[in-house]
């Protein structure tokens, strides 16, 4: 990982996943602000400009999101008696301050103008940089990507130092990730309970569905039928643990333990302290749910192979970067089964990897599973819950390159439902 500024207050590294700065020695740059602060300011307008604008980006990126505005709103004022140059570098540097405040719209604003006034190639890569973080930020990746891709561009026309150009693919890559991640969870959304109505309608086949909704191709109906289904792969690989469990079921936290009780009731499941298990009855319910899923699959999607080789690669390097504890327990379960089987299997758990960075991303604000539907969709906190749920659902396709995961795409668009 590259280290910026090294040996300076302001030494950082850029995070690849969020693509802000972050200090490496955060307690001496928060120190050095506050001396700062309390400096007296250079009666030269240059040097004041160079000594505001050194404490407005040190300030950003302590946090100080005050301070950094507040100096850096001067120091464009005093850059803009220099060239056009300086007074640019200025307006960015105070523009990524409205960013960091998720001032974003006013943020691109200034950054737009900005790139109308950059003069050079250069220059209008710079803008273009720091225009595509701010549209990553604010979650846009398509204008992100097309922001970093102008700049990687305008980087190499240039000549510009290979770091340069290198950040602008790293940030690139990010948003094509982060864009894959969205793509992927609309074939995923699709496909999943496309293949549980299919599954279904294979179950009812010749036979008319009971008051619950299933046909009497299964002999003995278990209460809470759809617990048990959402169960299936854990409960044939062993006990399910319970965290496993609150977290597949973590929107219905008020119903899940009724409905593991009343299983543990009717002799569908067993439960220990920390667990619970499948009965003999779960496990041929779960055969003859197997039987159908199998017959339902392979007649709508065929062999699907290298599709299933490319899932089984992804879901497998992607363990332990979800967030949560559900998808590293589904991505562990792989039936031997049809390649159809198998695939919506991969696809069940490459959905619940998004469900657990989305978890992992209204718990990070401080929202519940309750109080994170109360709030609106276009609530600031809201967007920065979604956003931060790409980048986090991005890390299952970060090792494939851009082309493997457009092709992972396609391949998902083309099954049907």
Known sequence: MTTYLAGTTREHVIDTETLREVPTRP??????????????????????????????????????????ERELRRAAELAAAESPAVALR???????????????????????????????????????Q????????AGDFDQAAGHFQAALRLWLASGAEPSQAESSRVA???????????????ELDRLVPGGHRRI??????????????????????????????????????????????????????????TAVAELVAAGWLLRS?????ATPNTMAMLDTHLAAAERALDLAWG????????????VGGAVGTSGGPVFDTLATVDPPSTAAVRLFERCNALRHHRADAHAAAWRAVGL????????????????????????????AFRPLSTVERAELAALLRQLPV
Not at 96 to 117: I, L
Not at 304 to 312: I, M, Y
Request: proline content about 6%; some cysteine; overall charge negative.
């Open 172 to 186: 690139l890559d990010a948003a094509d990730a982060c864009r894959t991640a969205i793509v992927v969870a609309a």
């Open 303 to 314: 062999w699907p192979a290298d599709l299933l080789d490319r899932l089984v690669t992804v």
């Open 273 to 277: 302290a920390n667990a619970v298990a």
């Open 130 to 137: 720091y225009a595509g973080r701010c549209d990553y930020d």
């Open 368 to 395: 519940t599973a309750t109080s994170v539907a109360e709030v609106p969709a276009t609530d600031p906190v809201r967007l920065a819950v979604e956003t931060a749920t790409n980048r986090i659902a991005s890390r």
């Open 27 to 68: 307690a001496e740059l928060a120190a050095w602000v506050a001396r700062m602060c309390q400096a007296d300011m250079p009666a030269d307008p240059v040097a004041e400009r160079l000594h505001r604008t050194e404490l407005g980006v040190a300030a950003r990126l302590a946090g100080e999101l005050g301070i950094a």
């Open 90 to 128: 200025t307006r960015l540097r105070l523009a990524q301050v409205h960013q960091w405040q998720g001032r974003f719209a006013k943020a691109a604003a200034e950054f737009a103008e900005c790139g109308t006034a950059a003069a050079t190639p250069a220059d209008r890569a710079l803008t273009h």
């Open 200 to 257: 279904r309608d294979e179950l009812w086949a010749g036979d008319p569905p009971g008051q619950d909704g299933w046909g009497k191709a299964l002999s003995s109906r278990p209460p809470h039928f759809g617990v048990l289904l959402e169960l299936r792969g854990p409960l044939r690989s062993g006990p399910v643990p319970l965290d496993v469990v609150a977290g597949l079921f973590r929107y219905y936290a008020q119903h899940i333990e």
